[in-house]
Nanobody
Framework: VQLQASGGGLVQAGGSLRLSCAAS????????MGWFRQAPGKEREFVAG????????YYVDSVKGRFTISRDNAKNTVYLQMNSLNPEDTAVYYC?????????????????WGQGTQVTVSS
């Protein structure tokens, strides 16, 4: 499985970005997908997760109400819509796939990772 994340960039506080993560293979719909982020000097942090069908979503408290995770299984793609961004959201964002669909927020439970996309929010 190969994951390709895109959509990062520089945005002012209060702005929005939409991240995308395209997956290879024909079994994308069987994966639990997640987004993580890692800021300089900090550990990688779970941001959001989505079940195989897209019917269940999970968020870290700091992004609830601002970020939305979604997926399009026909396109093998998962998205992260980020609104009301603030400088604390600055990080490299990674998408990840859990092929066993354990629906965890723990990074070690994920099997495949994208290369990361930089999100920088200026004040």
């Amino acid at each position: 499985v190969q994951l390709q994340a895109s959509g990062g960039g520089l945005v002012q506080a209060g702005g929005s970005l939409r991240l995308s993560c395209a997956a290879s293979g024909r079994t994308f719909s069987t994966y639990y997908m997640g987004w993580f982020r890692q800021a300089p000097g900090k550990e990688r942090e779970f941001v959001a997760g989505i079940s195989r069908s897209g019917g269940s979503t999970y968020y870290v408290d700091s992004v609830k109400g601002r970020f939305t995770i979604s997926r399009d299984n026909a396109k093998n793609t998962v998205y992260l819509q980020m609104n009301s961004l603030n400088p604390e959201d600055t990080a490299v964002y990674y998408c990840a796939a859990d092929v066993s669909a354990r629906m965890s927020a723990v990074a070690t439970e994920f099997d495949y990772w994208g290369q990361g996309t930089q999100v920088t929010v200026s004040s």
